[in-house]
């Protein structure tokens, strides 16, 4: 597996940013992608979480500005994001869980929003 993520840039306050996330290895039997963040000084957040049964779950930060969606099976998923604000400045990293639940992670990609 090798998840591949890009998408970040810099925008303002309220602006919108796609991040998008494939694997460009062998295919994997994934149970579930998502998305997760960190900033300096803070533990690695979910932020969004998309399963193989389409089921979805969100951070309570994010919940009506961010939506996920992609395909499972396909190893792809794409994080829309709405409604920027500064704290959702952070690295974002996309991560795969395969059936044996074992976790592959993308490099980052940098979100910067500015007030």
């Known amino acids: 597996v090798q998840l591949q993520a890009f998408g970040g840039g810099l925008v303002q306050t309220g602006g919108s940013l796609r991040l998008s996330c494939a694997n460009s290895?062998?295919?994997?039997?994934?149970?579930?992608m998502g998305w997760y963040r960190e900033t300096p000084g803070r533990e690695r957040e979910e932020v969004a979480i998309?399963?193989?049964?389409?089921?979805?779950e969100y951070t309570d930060s994010v919940k009506g500005r961010f939506a996920i969606s992609g395909d499972v099976a396909r190893n792809t998923i794409v994080l829309d994001m709405n409604d920027l604000r500064p704290t959702d400045t952070a690295v974002y990293y996309c991560?795969?869980?395969?059936?044996?639940?074992?976790?592959?992670w993308g490099q980052g990609t940098l979100v910067t929003v500015s007030s």
């Open positions: 290895g062998s295919l994997s039997a994934a149970i579930e």
């Open positions: 991560n795969l869980k395969n059936l044996l639940r074992r976790v592959s």
């Open positions: 998309l399963r193989s049964d389409d089921l979805v």
